[in-house]
């Protein structure tokens, strides 16, 4: 089993930035994909980036192209997600998941059915 604990979330004022943090334990996550999502209010859940075990492949969705970057220390175990030129429209419950397959296999990297362990999610929240 592997336990995700995001952090990092908050309140920032749009052009602002935040550094999530998602911390791995029971299990060593450095053969794991790992992924953050997140979810708007009346929304369902979607795809922000993920990052391969080693960390020399990365994905992002569209919108966040260019303001946000993922990273990961398998030493430590954790899994970042720096954000940078927030918008309000970035406002949503940000959840860090762990794929226990290569980056492009055991599932499809940009969905949440591919994951087998999520936490609980962080608030972040952008006002304009």
């Known amino acids: 089993q592997v336990q995700l604990v995001e952090s990092g979330g908050g309140l920032v004022q749009a052009g602002g930035s935040l550094r999530l943090s998602c911390a791995a334990s029971?299990?060593?996550?450095?053969?794991?994909?790992m992924g953050w999502f997140r979810q708007a209010p009346g929304k369902e859940r979607e795809f922000v980036a993920a990052?391969?075990?080693?960390?020399?492949?990365?994905s992002y969705t569209d919108s966040v192209k260019g303001r946000f970057t993922i990273s990961r220390d398998n030493a430590k175990n954790t899994v970042y997600l720096q954000m940078n030129h927030l918008k309000p429209e970035d406002t949503a419950v940000y959840y860090c998941?762990?794929?226990?397959?290569?980056?492009?296999?055991?599932?499809?990297?940009?969905?949440?059915?591919?994951?087998?362990?999520w936490g609980q999610g962080t608030q972040v929240t952008v006002s304009s």
């Open positions: 998941a762990a794929k226990d397959s290569s980056f492009y296999s055991g599932g499809y990297y940009s969905s949440d059915r591919s994951y087998e362990y």
């Open positions: 029971g299990r060593r996550v450095s053969s794991y994909t």
């Open positions: 990052i391969s075990t080693g960390g020399a492949i990365t």
